[in-house]
């Protein structure tokens, strides 16, 4: 069974960082890309960024390019994602995803397991 448990979530200051960690077990991630989306109360999800878990390419969106960073450890079968000068709009809950496909996709519908979420939230 295909488990995604997220961590690091909390609150912030603008300016300030945090680090979200998805611990992942019950497939062959190698095999696998991973995603990052958040989505903000009343709007719809959104991607953030994905890792090819081979080779360790990544994938941003604008709005988070040169502030966000994901990385993988492979013996932990573990995902990160470094989020530096936090913005209020990042105010979002955050969840990983699990993708059958070699490259990430920004597309919700490519990832077929998730994680429960953790809420990240910037204040001003």
């Known amino acids: 069974q295909v488990q995604l448990v997220e961590s690091g979530g909390g609150l912030v200051l603008a300016g300030g960082s945090l680090r979200l960690s998805c611990a992942a077990s019950?497939?062959?991630?190698?095999?696998?890309?991973m995603g990052w989306f958040r989505q903000a109360p009343g709007k719809e999800r959104e991607f953030v960024a994905g890792i090819r878990w081979i080779g360790g390419i990544t994938f941003y969106a604008d709005s988070v390019k040169g502030r966000f960073t994901m990385s993988r450890d492979n013996a932990k079968n573990t995902v990160y994602l470094q989020m530096n000068s936090l913005k209020p709009e990042d105010t979002a809950v955050y969840y990983c995803?699990?993708?059958?496909?070699?490259?990430?996709?920004?597309?919700?519908?490519?990832?077929?397991?998730w994680g429960q979420g953790t809420q990240v939230t910037v204040s001003s």
């Open positions: 019950g497939r062959t991630f190698r095999s696998y890309s």
């Open positions: 995803a699990s993708a059958p496909t070699a490259v990430p996709s920004r597309r919700l519908n490519e990832y077929d397991y």
